[in-house]
């Protein structure tokens, strides 16, 4: 087993927050915890640990007026870990070659990828095709309802029509490296 720090960005600060409390009208959270340090300082501690493979998220959408504040956050922390981390919030087939050439190991997607409830397969082969697929993670970050854990997307607010089952998993393993799946519910 591996440990896969995080470092979650919001409003421009580095934050543990209640994943499922992320709320775009007024850029709001309920907050465990806001750090005094940088996005940086926590990228360091890590590369000092030896803990590869951990995630910066960059919690405000690109509409926020903390997004520009939140992103250079979290451009400070891959340049302080070069090829350490992940990077995901806001990643498109467009953006992500941006952020592998400055630092991420990984660029991870759901919103994108996950869009009006469905799987867009076509934007997951963008994606695939813009980086590789060993740069790509895929998050299932999920939610109960009914049946079953759904996928959840825009920063875990909009539920999918997508339900986790091992056909899924199986299928869009083709185009990524890895999944990432946070229990939003119970975090």
Not at 53 to 69: A, D, F, M, R
Not at 86 to 99: D, F, L, P, S, V
Not at 107 to 119: L, N
Request: aromatic share 10%.
């Amino acid at each position: 087993m591996r440990f896969r720090p995080c470092i979650d960005i919001h409003n421009g600060e580095v934050k543990q927050i209640v994943g499922g409390s992320l709320n775009d009208e007024n850029d709001q959270a309920v907050e465990n915890f806001t750090a005094r340090q940088g996005a940086d300082y926590f990228a360091r501690l890590y590369q000092k640990d030896g803990l590869r493979g951990g995630h910066v998220i960059l919690l405000n959408p690109p509409s926020s007026k903390y997004y520009e504040k939140t992103r250079q956050q979290a451009m400070k922390a891959l340049a302080a870990y070069p090829k350490g981390l992940q990077i995901g919030g806001g990643i498109t087939a467009e953006n992500a070659e941006e952020y592998i050439e400055a630092g991420a190991s990984h660029v991870i997607v759901t919103s994108y990828v996950f869009k009006d409830g469905k799987i867009h397969w076509d934007l997951m082969d963008e994606l695939r095709r813009a980086v590789g697929k060993e740069h790509v993670v895929i998050d299932l970050s999920c939610r109960r309802k009914d049946d079953g854990y759904y996928i959840v997307t825009n920063r875990w607010q909009t539920f999918t029509n997508v339900r986790l089952t091992g056909e899924i998993l199986d299928k869009i393993a083709g185009y990524c490296d890895e999944f990432l799946v946070h229990g939003v519910d119970v975090e």
